[in-house]
């Protein structure tokens, strides 16, 4: 059951906004935004989006808490381990990497709306309806996802869906509406390994907070 107390609450929520925001920059969910903005209104594709990220996020936290049900030492120790084994993961994807822009997601993502069956929708609800399904599913799995999941282990979870939700909400922004000039300027090298730090800094967090 998630606590009201708040307890940690501004931590939480500064780890939450602070590492969803730099892992979902350049993230598949990230383009998904990006490439239904160019084809549909670009309120309809941010209010998806953001309702998906959000739907997500309060999820995530969910199955944090059922960690968090574990002996108290378990959990904290838990959350550490997962924290570095993700930073190192992201550090090593960084290190084999080339360089240069997203268009590879890019593709990908802008791929995966075109096999999406959509097509015969109209309307609002139905632009609504496709940015958040498509959202969902690409989220599900995803590096923020399993971040949150920590987070929501260790920390206030009040606090995590508040900063996790701004944090997804600020990138879907970026994205529907800045998306093509930003994502320019992104290196998916640069992206990955700053991930990567941030994983490794809130392990550091959640082991000297006890």
């Known amino acids: 059951m998630l606590t009201v107390s708040t307890d940690g609450m501004l931590t939480a929520f500064t780890a939450g906004l602070t590492l969803i925001t730099a892992s979902e920059l350049g993230d598949k969910t990230f383009f998904i935004s990006l490439c239904l903005a160019m084809r ?6 941010f209010i998806g989006a953001t309702l998906a990220l959000a739907a997500m996020t309060i999820l995530s936290v969910g199955l944090g808490r059922i960690l968090a049900l574990l002996p108290r030492e378990f959990a904290h120790y838990g959350s ?3 924290f ?8 090593y994807d960084a290190s084999k990497m080339q360089g240069g822009s997203l268009a590879d997601v890019e593709q990908e993502a802008c791929e995966m709306i075109s096999d999406a069956q ?3 929708l109209r309307g609002a609800m139905a632009m609504v309806a ?4 498509l ?4 989220e599900w799995g995803d590096r923020t996802q399993f971040a949150t999941i920590s987070l929501a282990a260790a920390q206030n979870p009040l606090g995590v869906i508040l900063g996790g939700i701004l944090g997804h909400a600020i990138c879907a922004a970026i994205a529907v509406f800045a998306g093509r000039a930003i994502a320019a300027h992104l290196s998916e090298k640069v992206i990955t390994a700053v991930g990567g730090v941030l994983f ?3 392990a550091g967090v959640t082991y000297l907070e006890g």
């Not at 959202?135 to 690409?138: D, E, L, S």
Request: without cysteine.
């Open 118 to 120: 959509f097509d015969k």
């Open 84 to 91: 570095i084994l993700f930073g190192l993961k992201l550090l």
């Open 40 to 45: 549909y209104p670009r309120r309809w594709v």
């Open 135 to 138: 959202t969902f599913i690409a």
């Open 130 to 133: 496709k940015s958040f399904t």
């Open 200 to 202: 490794l800094i809130f």
């Open 80 to 82: 550490i381990v997962l």
